[in-house]
């Protein structure tokens, strides 16, 4: 609000206060009843004034919880008024409950946090101070994941050795969706109406000034994770074949390689012949090329399929979610999409 008033700063009587500025907590919840509280606990010191001029918002985002995380959510309402909360009409996913998350929010500044405490609130104030010091994007990096199993930590690995090296942008390992997003960025993404999407991509896709902080991985509170490694699984592919067509263009190879190998065959074939005479004994030779064209046409055809069902979900133009209901955000309702 105030500009830095420098007469102040020669004189030394009050440090410069920092612009006044609104920060939303983003916080995607499926079936996390037990989670609510310890979280808004863990909270409190940070959004009851630790950091100097920020108003929070703490937003929730209820994907279609079965349990009673609509109702938690509700009882710390009425004595905080920063809690805001949109439900989603059934379970859309994570990444959808982000998406419906950073149209709704109010703040200045975004920070998508998991309400399971993995993601160390303690770090958000870094973030905001590396954010006042003029970062656009400020990323928080896992330093070290031993908390994570010895298999989640392989297999997220190995996703990001295969994104980055097929994606036409890549994106920095070890960062989640626990980072600082300043209004510009959100604004971006939020015209980016992509259905088949990885928030993590495109967060690094948009480039703009990114700074970063290191934190440490905490273990999951309460609760478990609804992560299986099936929707990990099909979060990878998604984040692979919205960011690159190379998997497609591989088959042009592969298809020219195996050609050229079936010409020089029939040219090799067609010489013995004509000096052996033939020779009728060639099951297995006819049996393992049918096998080994039939296989690899197979996964081309696959291939070709993933990018085709992408396309029919980008083209049938459906809500990315659908908001049942809203608390706290009447004085912003005229923003919001598809309801
Ligand atoms: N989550 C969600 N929708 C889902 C699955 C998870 O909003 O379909 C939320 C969940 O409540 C949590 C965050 O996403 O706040 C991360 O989920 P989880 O801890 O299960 O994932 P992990 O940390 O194992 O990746
Ligand atoms: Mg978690």
Known sequence: ??????????????????????????????????????????????????????????????????????????????????????NLSRNFGKEAALCAGMEHATGDAI?????????????????????????????????????????????????????????????????????LLDRQVVDVLRSMGERARLNKALFSWVGFKTDEVVYTRQERNTGRTTMSYWKLWNMALDGIFSSTTKPLRIWTYVGTGLAMAAFMYGLYYLISVLIYGTDVPGYASTLLLILAFGGVQLIAIGIVGEYVGRILTEVRDRPLYIVRSRYGLEAHAEIGAAE
Do not use: C
Not at 42 to 66: A, Y
Not at 111 to 132: H, S, Y
Not at 154 to 179: C, Q
């Open 1 to 86: 609000m105030h500009a830095p008033d420098i007469s102040q700063m020669h004189a030394g009587a009050h440090p410069v206060e920092p612009a006044h500025k609104r920060v939303t907590l983003l916080v995607p919840v499926y079936n996390e009843q037990q989670s609510i509280k310890p979280f808004l606990d863990e909270i409190q010191t940070l959004t009851s004034g630790t950091v100097k001029n920020i108003d929070w918002e703490i937003l929730f985002v209820n994907d279609g919880s079965k349990d009673g995380t609509e109702f938690a959510i509700r009882s710390f309402m009425r004595n905080n008024r920063a809690i805001h909360l949109i």
């Open 111 to 179: 920070i998508p946090i998991d309400v399971d405490l993995q993601d160390e609130p303690d770090v958000i104030v870094q973030m905001i101070q590396k954010w006042r010091d003029g970062a656009e994007i400020v990323n928080a990096r896992r330093g070290d994941r031993s908390q994570d199993t010895w298999l989640k930590r392989s297999t997220a690995r190995a996703f990001y050795k295969v994104f980055n090296a097929l994606a036409d942008h890549p994106m920095p390992s070890d960062v989640g969706d626990f980072r």
